[in-house]
């Protein structure tokens, strides 16, 4: 993810239509950070806010891997926030990922640490290369 989107247009429009044969047009949305040596920053807010437009709409959601930079607003210690990009290796971007907890099915209700009116997540994510 390179950048913050809004797909909630295309989420009303797809999020609840269904094929001929009963299928979702849109089954789900997937998203993480690029993984090469030279890879973008990918912003934790970001993949958060497409995680709470899918939760608004009830299509199921996967954040596959973090990237190798993955920038997310930490507490600075002093009632504030500051930005930190963490480096993460290539062996623990899906682990990292997956243990953000944002992995969505689908049909739930939305949890009150992750409603759009409050970017705040419900755990840390752990550092990386920890398991």
Not at 54 to 67: A, D, I, K, L, W
Not at 70 to 97: F, N
Request: hydrophobic fraction near 30%; include cysteine; charged fraction near 25%.
């Amino acid at each position: 993810m390179l950048e913050a989107i809004d797909i909630r247009k295309y989420l009303a429009e797809y999020g609840s239509s269904v094929n001929e044969d009963g299928s979702r047009i849109l089954e789900s949305v997937s998203c993480g950070g690029e993984f090469c040596p030279k890879a973008r920053t990918c912003d934790y807010g970001w993949v958060l806010n497409i995680h709470i437009q899918c939760v608004e709409y009830g299509v199921p959601f996967h954040f596959h891997q973090t990237g190798a930079r993955l920038r997310r607003s930490v507490p600075d210690g002093h009632g504030g926030h500051i930005l930190k990009i963490y480096e993460i290796p290539r062996e623990y971007q899906h682990t990292q990922a997956e243990k953000a907890g944002l992995d969505y099915g689908g049909g739930i209700e939305i949890p009150a640490c992750l409603s759009a009116d409050s970017l705040s997540i419900c755990k840390e994510p752990e550092e990386e290369g920890s398991n």
